[in-house]
């Protein structure tokens, strides 16, 4: 038995490499997972902007990366519920950790929510900190979902 929790914390835990598109502009989504949502939105940070809400499976990678180059801005941990990362009130009302940052076509902003299962927010950076498109800049332990805030 300890030996099959050990591959499975190996496994749940993975951090494979990942390489942005070098040839896009764009920006990518900062978590492997499902599109859940997209609505408009306004925040202190962002102003009116749009949400795009990506829901973290526990099958998928929980490493969390920067979806385009820019520098840390703003931080802010809101402590909160443990509703169902695939509940529509858990991006208002689930614990979450927002990273604002500010980048050559505007500002952006990740949220990375807290589920149910998920007890554990990680973020690795501090304000001030210039990341580029697919650096990893913190994780969420065991599932949840990340909203991406876009200009």
Not at 15 to 23: A, C, F, I
Request: hydrophobic share 40%; with cysteine.
């Amino acid at each position: 038995m300890p030996a099959a929790l050990a591959s499975f914390l190996a496994w749940f835990f993975r951090d494979p490499e990942r390489l942005p598109p070098e040839d896009v502009d764009g920006w990518v989504s900062p978590a492997d997972g499902r599109v859940v949502e997209v609505y408009p939105s306004e925040h202190p940070f962002m102003g009116r902007c749009t949400v795009v809400g990506v829901f973290m499976s526990p099958l998928d990678v929980h490493v969390n990366r920067m979806p385009v180059d820019g520098k840390v801005a703003f931080l802010e941990y809101v402590p909160g519920k443990k509703l169902m990362a695939f509940n529509p009130k858990a991006s208002q009302e689930n614990e979450r950790f927002f990273m604002g940052f500010e980048t050559g076509s505007g500002k952006g902003m990740t949220v990375q929510i807290a589920g149910f299962l998920a007890r554990r927010i990680v973020c690795s950076r501090k304000k001030g900190d210039v990341l580029s498109r697919g650096e990893r800049f913190g994780m969420i332990k065991l599932g949840s979902k990340v909203d991406l805030y876009l200009p």
